[in-house]
């Protein structure tokens, strides 16, 4: 699913592989500005206990955030949340018969007192859970800060750029 780095900076977690279409989104996000991250595919119901040995391998090696996708009853964010003070970045699937409002409502409606923050549901979610996790790096890391700030530029310039086409 993706080659384990050795200090990885960010856990990305998705509770099935057929998570990893929506979720390689924030992956490719960390790639590309050269963040380390490992991601698994652990299940909070059906993997509990390995999903808690994987994250406390990770905070050992000095990971500084998760993120964490799941659809449904989508709890994997909670559970991770529940087991780290680290911040939880919570990405919802787009469900068969939901279309992902079971998986947003389940992420986005914690109880108080453990956090996790919620995403847009599916790619653009993930995206930027990934985009996110630069920004909170780069408030230590000046280097990744620039690269933000030039991604954010070559957005904007994007934009300013694109002409409609003509009335047909
Ligand atoms: C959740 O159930 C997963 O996060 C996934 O979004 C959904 C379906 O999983 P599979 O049946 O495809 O494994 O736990």
Request: aromatic share 4%; hydrophobic share 50%; glycine share 8%.
């Amino acid at each position: 699913m993706s080659t384990p780095a050795t200090h990885p900076l960010v856990g990305i977690v998705m509770g099935s592989t057929s998570d990893w279409e929506v979720m390689q989104h924030a992956a490719r996000s960390l790639a590309d500005f050269g963040v380390s991250y490992e991601a698994r595919a652990l299940s909070a119901h059906r993997t509990p206990d390995l999903l808690i040995e994987w994250m406390e391998g990770l905070i050992k090696q000095g990971v500084k955030c998760f993120i964490a996708g799941a659809g449904g009853a989508a709890h994997l964010a909670g559970v991770v949340a529940a087991k780290t003070t680290l911040p939880v970045l919570a990405v919802p699937m787009p469900s068969k018969h939901l279309g992902g409002l079971d998986s947003l409502l389940s992420m986005v409606q914690m109880p108080r007192g453990i956090p996790v923050a919620t995403f847009a549901i599916g790619d653009a979610g993930s995206a930027n859970a990934g985009l996110f996790a630069v920004a909170m790096l780069a408030l230590e890391d000046e280097s990744l800060a620039k690269k933000l700030t030039a991604f954010r530029q070559k957005q904007a310039d994007a934009v300013r750029a694109a002409r409609l086409p003509e009335l047909k």
